[in-house]
């Protein structure tokens, strides 16, 4: 009851999230990730999904487990800013659809959120795996992020729409080469470490 509670009053702080999952020819993952982001439809935030032109039953799959069905040219960058341009609440959250978050994500971006005043965030990431090499490559990825303020897409992005429309929306270079980065506007704005999202690293070696 009172983890509940304070999930409540950190998400009442900044608002509902529009969650915001580029994909293209996912079918083979992409109902274990929109389930696993269920509860957090059911707490009232939007979900959100935007199909580059798949040739598999993504759509199908996605259709009854998401509040939009979008379409978008293939690329990220064109798929998030479709999203973007659509989504309802006052803060967005740009995730891969390969990407497993923690169940209480929306009161951690609400905390985060209520305690900074840079607009923004990001998780840490975690690859899947037992490799130790993968857990380097993720040291490394949160560590840039300390170091530069740039983050890649692997790492759950959160922005509130007023930052990203203070600095120009999505044509102000925050989505670069397909991937979306928190690009060189978002430097100089004070940085925050977050606690984590769990991305799953399909194409290298399956969770055991």
């Given amino acids: 009851m009172v983890a509940a509670l304070a999930m409540q009053v950190a998400v009442a702080e900044v608002g509902q999230l529009s969650i915001i999952i580029p994909a293209r020819n996912e079918a083979g993952q992409i109902v274990e990730a929109l389930q696993g982001l269920q509860p957090l ?9 935007v199909d580059g032109g798949s040739s598999d039953a993504t759509r199908e799959l996605a259709a009854p487990l998401v509040d939009r069905l979008l379409s978008a040219p293939p690329g990220r960058a064109s ?15 740009l995730l891969h659809a390969d990407s497993q978050v923690p169940v209480d994500a929306d009161r951690l971006i609400g905390q985060a959120l209520g305690r900074g ?4 965030g990001r998780f840490d990431v ?3 795996g037992r490799q130790p090499l993968l857990r380097l490559v993720a040291h490394m990825m949160n560590w840039r992020s300390c170091l530069t303020g740039i983050c890649t897409g692997d790492q759950g992005i959160f922005v509130t729409r007023a930052r990203l ?7 102000a270079g925050v989505y670069v080469d397909n991937k979306v980065r928190i690009a060189s506007l978002f430097r100089g704005i004070p940085k925050e470490n977050f606690d984590r999202v769990r991305s799953l690293f399909p194409r290298i070696q399956k969770e055991m």
């Fill in 117 to 120: 005043r840079s607009g923004w």
């Fill in 79 to 93: 798929q998030l800013a479709a999203g973007v341009a659509l989504a309802s609440h006052p803060v967005l959250w």
């Fill in 165 to 171: 429309d203070a600095i120009g929306g999505s044509s």
């Fill in 126 to 128: 975690r690859l899947s």
């Fill in 41 to 49: 439809r059911r707490r009232g935030h939007e979900l959100i999904l």
